[in-house]
């Protein structure tokens, strides 16, 4: 459900292009975020996974099932979302320059040109109700089909990965007078990057 997340379009100068491969290094995709304002829900408290089923290859992603949003927001309210990728150097996580955001999750979440949708939610088969209530309204079932995931940062330029990585993903809502409607959801992934050879 999250390969949208790693793929990234560096706007650097350079010739050579690379794609690379997050190997997870976690049992459970969802780590906790570790530097994350105090408050800040974890993901799997946001949405409920229990029914959803992730088998875990070091590359590879099975998911198939349900998942519950317990996430209780209005529905005017508006929900930010962004990547950061982080490297793990000397020990502490550095950021990177690969970062993406957007300040209405919502309205994209459905856009074909989107990752969001080519790879997460094009493979939720109960559209009309997500697309209604998106992740805010608590007790909205994403229904997914079966698909296969992997990791891969695509097209990177004028870096190298190497080493140990993490992604964070982070949601934050806003009310109609763009106040933070309470704490913010987080998850990080984290993995050791893999050139891939074209
Ligand atoms: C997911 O929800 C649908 C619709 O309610 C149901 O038919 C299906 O059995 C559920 N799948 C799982 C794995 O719970």
Redesign the pocket.
Known sequence: MWKILFLIHAGLAGVWAADYELLLEDPDIFARCTEAPPGTIFFRDAINFD?LSVEQEPNTLHVS??ATTTWDLEPTDRIAAKFALFQYQRGNWEPTVFTMATQDFCSIMYDKDQYWYKYWTVHITNRNEVEQHCIKKAGT?L?HEPFVMRLILRNIRGATLQGRYKTVISFEAFDEKNVPRGPGVCFEIRGEAEKLKN
Do not use: D, E, R, S
């Open positions: 029914k099932g349900n079932v229904i």
